[in-house]
């Protein structure tokens, strides 16, 4: 069976600055080599009107950073750069940039008129000397020109790697302020690089673990805001919001999307017992999934909605179990040392991520959906509630220092390139959404 590490492998043969028409397609694969990063070229975008020069620099800046993050990629510094790129359309010469061992040129152009936005992109093979596909441009409204930068990111990525990217993506979560004894939680959304942060909620109640539908429109979290756990529900656009899975006597909690996005499967604390239900949430019936006196939380959908994964106590410790969607026996699949908790099976249905407690240290980890495999990819005093990004290749999680805040890391699931997202302050709770429409 295929291991799974993500290491990287780039299928480049060694080519003489003067035969490039010898070299090998730039192509980052997935094998188990492990090499240097990609080295590339992001000059500034060209302006193709004076209004577009206030983005041309912004806009390369944000592609260039979107792929050094994936630590895929590294960036040739431009002062490093001998050629000048000043037209979109004019011919490159490919052996500058073969003399400073750039592997791929990206290059782009901006043109702004009124509050409209146009961004095209080329993406080169330096070592064969050939252009990567057909340029691309996207247009939309100057508010939304980082939004520009990581589309034309996903498309470079896309073609090197040749996989999705998930640079146009967004990331719910609960930001935190105040003093650690009497912390102010609301409920956040922001780009995946840690940008165009905004607050969803006042602060007035205490809100955690958000998720965010499949469409990328609506989330749901718990509240305090009645004096015990609910779900709420609410438009990321509008913040039109409402309390659902009423159960008389429960406290509901744990919610997350079915992947057609009309149905939440959480969790109903009441009388002793801690079961997992299912909402219909147009016609607000609900099914009863487990009866058994153990709690049962946090539940996760495979992709192709027919199980769902989740962790419970009943073998005596907090263990992984996955049993069909509309319930029924679960199987447990956990068996290591420790505790395992909050698991989420990933977009790409091939793994489970959760987190693993054990000799005092807590861990992001994933395992293969029978349970096997299993891989630790960190550990922290305090390492927590893995998401996926949209592609499946990276996964987003709170770590918390003793005695410190919590903030988001990501780290790829290879257990490599572990680095802390910017957020405006301690930060917790992540919840990656999908690539955007």
């Known amino acids: 069976m295929t291991r799974l590490f993500l290491l990287l492998s780039v299928l480049l043969a060694f080519v003489a600055a003067h035969t490039p028409a010898m070299a090998q397609p730039l192509r980052l694969q997935i094998t188990e080599g492990v090499i240097e990063p990609m080295p590339f070229a992001m000059p500034a975008f060209v302006p193709e009107n004076s209004a577009g020069s206030q983005y041309s620099d912004a806009l390369a800046r944000v592609v260039a950073a979107n792929l050094t993050n994936t630590g895929l990629f590294r960036e040739v510094p431009r002062s490093a750069h001998i050629a000048r790129v000043t037209s979109f359309d004019a011919s490159v010469s490919f052996s500058d940039w073969r003399a400073i061992n750039v592997q791929a040129l990206i290059t782009g152009a901006v043109e702004v008129s009124g509050n409209r936005m146009t961004v095209k992109f080329r993406l080169f093979d330096v070592l064969s000397g050939q252009q990567m596909g057909q340029g691309m441009q996207f247009a939309g409204s100057t508010d939304n020109w980082r939004r520009m930068a990581h589309k034309v990111s996903d498309s470079v990525y896309s073609r090197i790697t040749g996989e999705t990217g998930y640079f146009d993506s967004r990331v719910v979560f609960i930001s935190e302020s105040g003093p ?26 205490l809100v ?120 029924g026996e679960a199987r447990r699949i956990s068996f290591g040392s420790g505790r395992y908790s909050t698991p989420v099976w990933s977009p790409r249905g091939d793994l489970i991520a959760f987190t693993k407690s054990h000799a005092g240290r807590f861990h992001i980890g994933v395992m293969r959906t029978d349970g096997s495999e299993e891989r630790l990819l960190t550990a922290s005093f305090l390492d927590e509630g893995p998401t996926w990004a949209p592609n499946g290749r990276v996964i987003m999680f709170t770590r918390e220092a003793q005695g410190g805040d919590p903030a988001l890391f990501s780290v790829d699931i290879s257990g490599r390139n572990l680095r802390r997202i910017p957020t405006p302050g301690p930060a917790s709770d992540p919840a990656w959404g999908p690539l955007r429409p």
């Open 180 to 205: 650690r004894g009497n912390r102010t939680k609301r409920l956040a959304i922001m780009d995946q690089d840690g940008e165009n942060v905004q607050m969803l909620t006042d602060g007035r109640s």
């Open 208 to 327: 955690i673990a958000p998720r965010v539908s499949p469409a990328g429109d609506q989330a749901v979290y718990t509240t305090y805001e009645t004096g015990s756990p609910r779900i709420a529900l609410t438009n990321l656009a509008s913040g039109q919001r409402q309390l659902v899975g009423n159960i008389p006597g429960a406290m509901t909690f744990s919610p997350r999307f079915s992947p057609d996005g009309r149905s939440l499967v959480f969790s109903a604390a009441r009388g002793g017992n801690t079961d997992l239900y299912r909402l219909d949430l147009g016609s607000g019936q609900m099914l009863q999934l487990t009866a058994l006196p153990s709690i049962a939380t946090s539940p996760s959908f495979s992709p192709d909605g027919r199980f769902i994964t989740f962790e419970s106590d009943r073998s005596g410790t907090s263990q992984i179990y996955v049993m069909p969607a509309g319930g």
